[in-house]
Nanobody, 121 residues
Framework: QVQLVESGGGLVQAGGSLRLSCAASGRTFNNYAMAWFRQAPGTEREIVAAIAGSGGASYYADSVKGRFTISRDNAKNTVYLQMISLKPEDTAVYYC??????????????WGQGTQVTVSS
């Protein structure tokens, strides 16, 4: 069982930056691929970025490439999402998720409660 707790959301102006953090419980954090998803009102949840357990591979949605960076610190059981050049369309609830094994964009088993990111124009 993995428990995930996100933090770092908030209100920021367009062009600004935020860093989200996700703290995970458990002693085998590096056995889990981690990802950030987001869901805006009236839309389906979509994957934003994902990172392998070792941190050696990552995936980004086209909409965030070059602006968002996913990273992890396995010693601290924490994954991060650094977001720069934020746009109003980045406004959403951001969720941290975990899945055992390899990096992927589907079938995440564990989810955090979400943190709101609001980008004003």
């Amino acid at each position: 069982q993995v428990q995930l707790v996100e933090s770092g959301g908030g209100l920021v102006q367009a062009g600004g930056s935020l860093r989200l953090s996700c703290a995970a419980s458990g002693r085998t954090f590096n056995n889990y691929a981690m990802a950030w998803f987001r869901q805006a009102p009236g839309t389906e949840r979509e994957i934003v970025a994902a990172i392998a357990g070792s941190g050696g591979a990552s995936y980004y949605a086209d909409s965030v490439k070059g602006r968002f960076t996913i990273s992890r610190d396995n010693a601290k059981n924490t994954v991060y999402l650094q977001m720069i050049s934020l746009k109003p369309e980045d406004t959403a609830v951001y969720y941290c998720a975990a899945r055992p094994g390899l990096l992927g964009i589907y079938e995440y088993d564990y989810w955090g409660q979400g943190t709101q990111v609001t980008v004003s124009s």
